[in-house]
Every structure is written in C-alpha cells, then in structure tokens.
T-cell receptor, first 116, second 112 residues
C-alpha cells in the first residue's frame, strides 16, 4: 500500500515552454502533498506544500508564478513549470501524506526535467 | 529552522565491512526521523522510521539509533554488500509543522 506515482518520469522541453508534472496517490487519499526539487549531488529541497482545495504554500525563494501547483482532488496534485529555462532543469519529487496522518509522507519516483 | 547535517559526505568500504552513517539535527523538537536510500537518478526508498519516543529501529542488516536530546541519529549497516552502494538520506519531521528537513546525504560505495 501507500503508492505514489509521478508522470512523466522524464521530460525534455524547449526553453520558454511550460511543462506539467502529475503526482498521484494510488491507494490512499492525500489531503497534503509536497513538491521537492533536487539538483545533481544535492539533497531534496522543499518547494511547496499543496493542500487539497486551497492554495499551495511556497517556501521562501520559490516563485509561485513560475511553479504553479494545483491540488484539485484528494489523489492528484500537479506542478506546472511555466516559461521553463535551462536553470529549471532538475529532478522533481513529490510526496503525499495520507489524510489523518500528517507526519507520514510517501514519495513518488521523481520526474527528470531537462530544459534545452 | 531545522538544520540536518550528515557526515561523512562520502564513504568507500570493502565488501563485508560494517557501515556507520551519522546524522545530526539542530532542533530536538522532532516528531520522527527517517532514513532513506536513493539510487542514482531514482526516487527515495524509505529504510527506517524512528518515532521521537523510540531509541532505535531495526530491519534486517539495518539498525538506526536516535538520541533526540543530543540531536543525533546513526544508521548502521552490517556486513555491507556491493548492492548497498547508494546515497543515504536522513530526514527529520519537526513537531511544529509537517515538513521534512533533509540532510545532504552520505554516498556509499561498497567495493567487491
């Protein structure tokens, strides 16, 4: 149980375009989902906390207009990187907390984004 | 703000040796601490989760200890194997919010 999927697993896009990444909890409902970014040989950095039915909370230094997060259902959160640039190339990982278990997080397999 | 430090950053050992990975955190008001494994280009695999009230957790060859008052955790991997080669991440869940704070990781290489 407690499986989280991400789609796509990797994506290449051209500079200036937007790309959407999906995060799904497959066998549980998640009131809260988290989005992380990981640069090569670095640790995970929390970008934002996504709550179902409300606006996401962004960490300091993360541009909310560039990284649009939508959490429209209890099993799906999406991250849209708008007007992507090469410096946005990174590994994006989501996690989901089962409703009622706020201190548990189950992680997705990650999405590799390359902006050319 | 919770700061998590992992030492060493990298470790190379011959097969069969025991591994000792260290994690320290600055704020002892934690809810739990987790150890993860990450293979290159892959997501996270949860290895062990220790609640703040626990002193250690064991799973097979893995044992993790927690000393909350001193802000330290240690992951022991017994009789290392080449398949243990990966990056190991420590993450702390603070009491005052539900966010995980990650260390930078220890990259382990087990030589055959």
């Amino acid at each position: 149980g407690a499986v989280v999927s991400q789609h796509p697993s990797w994506v290449i896009c051209k500079s200036g375009t937007s790309v959407k990444i999906e995060c799904r909890s497959l066998d549980f409902q998640a009131t809260t989902m988290f989005w992380y970014r990981q640069f090569p040989k670095q640790s995970l950095m929390l970008m934002a906390t996504s709550n179902e039915g409300s606006k996401a909370t962004y960490e300091q230094g993360v541009e909310k207009d560039k990284f649009l997060i939508n959490h429209a259902s209890l099993t799906l959160s999406t991250l849209t990187v708008t007007s992507a640039h090469p410096e946005d190339s990174s590994f994006y990982i989501c996690s989901a907390s089962p409703s009622g278990s706020s201190y548990e997080q189950y992680f997705g397999p990650g999405t590799r984004l390359t902006v050319t | 703000k919770q700061e998590v430090t992992q030492i060493p950053a990298a470790l190379s050992v011959p097969e069969g040796e025991n591994l000792v990975l260290n994690c320290s955190f600055t704020d002892s008001a934690i809810y739990n601490l987790q150890w993860f494994r990450q293979d290159p280009g892959k997501g996270l695999t949860s290895l062990l989760l220790i609640q703040s009230s626990q002193r250690e957790q064991t799973s097979g060859r893995l044992n993790a200890s927690l000393d909350k008052s001193s802000g330290r955790s240690t992951l022991y991997i017994a009789a290392s194997q080449p398949g243990d080669s990966a990056t190991y991440l420590c993450a702390v869940n603070s009491v005052d919010d539900y966010k995980l704070s990650f260390g930078a990781g220890t990259t382990v290489t087990v030589r055959a």
